[in-house]
């Protein structure tokens, strides 16, 4: 199909384009952008007028719950409401059921994501077998099957010899490894933020020094094996402080926080709300504050939904026995516009830690418009405002700390592949 997006207000951050201008797609690649020629003859016309322009979307967490969680969600509601975000590709950890820790599961996933044609997958193969811990996968099978790095989920690796070794592998690869900072047994049990609030509350909490000890147990197998690794869902200022640090040492790593932690605090809870039970927790507004300023000076490389569908017997629970977890495929964009209002950041760099960026820790061909790139669109009018219901989002899950909110933002179209995966008509 040849389509043309007119019009419309075109923002790659990786170019470094503002314009106003069209974007001519044919044969699944973008040919034409800004000026199109008169002699291109499109089958079908987007008008883009009071439209923002952009690269897809690029998730560095998004759980599709397949295989094993059929219950909680499916790959095609999950690849319904990614598109219907504006999510054109995505990376979902490796804690399905079986655990994706075998070459034959990693192909399985992607081959039924090809035949649903919409958001582009890339699987995050497991660390360990069965993420126990213990035993390190067969990284190169699994790259060969099609995993864009690896990842321990949310589990712990305790052990840090093998920690060490696993780390050792990957560089010899030269895989990414994408670790989720907390230590094991501080953050045991814990389901809120370890303060004040927490205490008033009668909930267990995870402090601060479990995301913190991690990090440096981390830092330091980085500096023996020269491994790189992506740190998930940085949650507190002090973790951002000793990133920031070892950054600056030359370390190569880089990290990105959950969409739901730059606006949320513990005191978002409220009276048990289980929407808001979230891994990692919601922390204090000083650590709210402290990811807001680490976005805009660079020490945050990358917002992820941090998607995770939890079906209604899990989660309409008390507080401390539901699941933790929240939908977020379609709220990564308006919450991240939110912030950039707020900030005061232009929509250059807020696109920027959604688009190319995340694209290139996890060094798949996404996040940008270049010409002859694969044509992946997503088009969006940031002053239309939603209602964030059950019935607005396509996703299984529908679990929100953010039910009930208006929220300026909306994809109108999503282009994956050169073909429309997403338009108002769908």
Same mark, same amino acid.
């Given at each position: 199909m040849r389509l043309l997006i007119k019009g419309g207000r075109i923002i790659d951050p990786l170019q470094q384009l503002d314009r106003v201008g069209d974007v001519a797609i044919a044969a699944d690649r973008i040919v034409a952008l800004g000026k199109v020629t008169g002699d291109f003859s499109a089958d079908r016309v987007i008008d883009a007028t009071g439209c923002i322009v952009a690269p897809?979307?690029?998730? #560095?967490?998004?759980? #599709?719950?397949?295989?094993?969680?059929e219950y909680r969600a499916t790959l095609e509601s999950e690849m319904a409401a990614a598109v219907a975000g504006g999510v054109t590709s995505l990376a979902c950890p490796p804690d399905t059921d079986p655990v994706l820790d075998e070459p034959a599961l990693v192909e399985m996933l992607k081959h039924r994501a090809r035949q649903l044609n919409q958001a582009n997958v890339y699987p995050l193969g497991a660390l360990t077998k069965n993420l126990e811990g213990e035993v390190i996968?067969?990284?190169?099978?699994?790259?060969?099957?099609?995993?864009?790095?690896?990842? &321990?989920? !949310?589990?712990?690796? /305790?052990?840090? =010899?093998?920690?060490?070794?696993?780390?050792?592998? %990957? =560089?010899?690869?030269?895989?990414?490894?994408?670790?989720?900072? &907390?230590?094991?047994? #501080?953050?045991?049990?814990?389901?809120?933020?370890?303060?004040?609030? %927490?205490?008033?509350?009668?909930?267990?909490?995870?402090?601060?020094?479990?995301e913190t000890i991690a990090l440096m147990t981390i830092f330091e197998l980085v500096r023996? /094996?020269?491994?790189?690794?992506?740190?998930?869902?940085?949650?507190?200022?002090?973790?951002?402080?000793?990133?920031?640090?070892?950054?600056?040492?030359?370390?190569?790593? /880089?990290?990105?926080?959950?969409?739901?932690?730059?606006?949320?605090? !513990?005191?978002?809870?409220?009276?048990?709300?289980?929407?808001?039970?979230?891994?990692?927790?919601?922390?204090?507004?000083?650590?709210?504050?402290?990811?807001?300023?680490?976005?805009?000076?660079?020490?945050?490389d990358a917002?992820?939904?941090?998607?995770?569908?939890?079906?209604? !017997?899990a989660k309409l629970l008390p507080f401390g026995e539901a699941d933790p977890g929240a939908t977020g495929l379609e709220l990564?964009?308006?919450?991240?516009?939110?912030?950039?209002?707020?900030?005061?950041?232009?929509?250059? &760099?807020?696109?920027s830690l959604i688009t190319h960026k995340p694209a290139a820790i996890l060094n798949c061909p996404a996040g940008d418009l270049r010409v002859g790139r694969v044509a992946d669109v997503c088009v969006f009018n940031p002053e !239309?405002?939603?209602?964030?219901?059950?019935?607005?989002?396509?996703? &299984?899950?529908?679990?929100?700390?953010?039910?009930?909110?208006?929220? #300026?933002?909306?994809n109108h179209f999503t282009v994956v592949s050169g073909s429309v995966a997403y338009s108002p008509d769908f």
């Open positions: 897809g979307l690029v998730d #560095l967490s998004a759980r #599709l719950r397949e295989p094993g969680y996968t067969e990284m190169a099978e699994l790259a060969e099957a099609g995993c864009m790095g690896f990842s &321990q989920a !949310d589990a712990v690796v /305790t052990n840090t =010899q093998t920690l060490m070794r696993a780390l050792q592998y %990957a =560089q010899t690869f030269g895989q990414t490894v994408h670790l989720r900072p &907390q230590d094991a047994f #501080l953050g045991k049990g814990g389901v809120a933020h370890g303060g004040a609030y %927490a205490s008033r509350m009668g909930l267990s909490g995870v402090p601060v020094m479990a023996a /094996t020269g491994a790189r690794v992506h740190l998930c869902r940085i949650s507190s200022a002090k973790g951002l402080d000793l990133i920031r640090q070892a950054k600056r040492d030359g370390l190569p790593i /880089t990290c990105d926080v959950g969409v739901h932690h730059i606006h949320l605090i !513990d005191l978002d809870i409220g009276f048990f709300d289980p929407n808001a039970r979230l891994t990692p927790p919601l922390r204090e507004d000083r650590d709210r504050k402290a990811i807001r300023a680490a976005l805009l000076d660079g020490t945050v917002i992820c939904s941090d998607h995770t569908p939890v079906d209604d !017997d990564l964009l308006p919450l991240t516009l939110k912030w950039a209002r707020e900030a005061g950041c232009d929509w250059m &760099q807020a696109l !239309d405002d939603w209602k964030v219901t059950p019935a607005a989002l396509k996703s &299984q899950g529908k679990h929100t700390p953010y039910a009930g909110y208006t929220l #300026l933002g909306r």
